[in-house]
């Protein structure tokens, strides 16, 4: 397209789109469209999704972990934020009613195996290789 033919430049139609998205965002926040708050007990800190995972059952499930953690507040499910440790939340169903969490036991902790006398490294190993 020869130069004679454009009509407008490309600069100009950047600042018309800003222009414009900027007089849509204060048009939104004149009417009160856009809601603001700075109380995070009503901040929604995720959606969730839970995942079936049965006997003999496939789940697809991404490999990169999320910036999330879970752990039991008050014997209920909560949910923290590895980015910014004052956004927690609980975990909650349908109608509000919170996901109960208990502590799993620990299984028990396995001593180490004492070293055999045959094979100490001080003897050299048992008496019976030595002869």
């Known amino acids: 397209m020869p130069q004679d033919e454009r009509r407008y430049s ?10 414009a998205i900027l007089g849509t965002v204060l048009a939104l926040e004149t ?7 700075r109380d995070k007990d009503k901040v929604q800190v995720g959606d969730f999704r ?4 049965g006997p003999r059952e496939d789940y697809r499930m991404s ?4 910036e999330l953690h879970a752990e039991c507040y008050d014997g209920y499910l909560a949910v923290g ?11 909650v169903d349908y109608r509000n009613r919170g996901i109960r969490c208990t502590v799993a036991p620990r299984p028990p902790q396995v001593a180490p ?4 006398p045959d094979t100490s490294p001080e003897t050299g190993g048992s008496d019976e290789q030595n002869q």
Request: no cysteine.
């Open 50 to 53: 839970a995942i079936y995972v």
């Open 113 to 116: 195996e004492a070293p055999n």
């Open 81 to 91: 934020s590895d980015t910014d440790v004052t956004l927690k939340g609980v975990l």
């Open 10 to 19: 490309i600069r100009a139609l950047f600042i018309v789109a800003f222009v």
């Open 63 to 66: 490999p990169k972990p999320s």
């Open 31 to 37: 009417v009160g469209l856009i809601a603001h708050t």
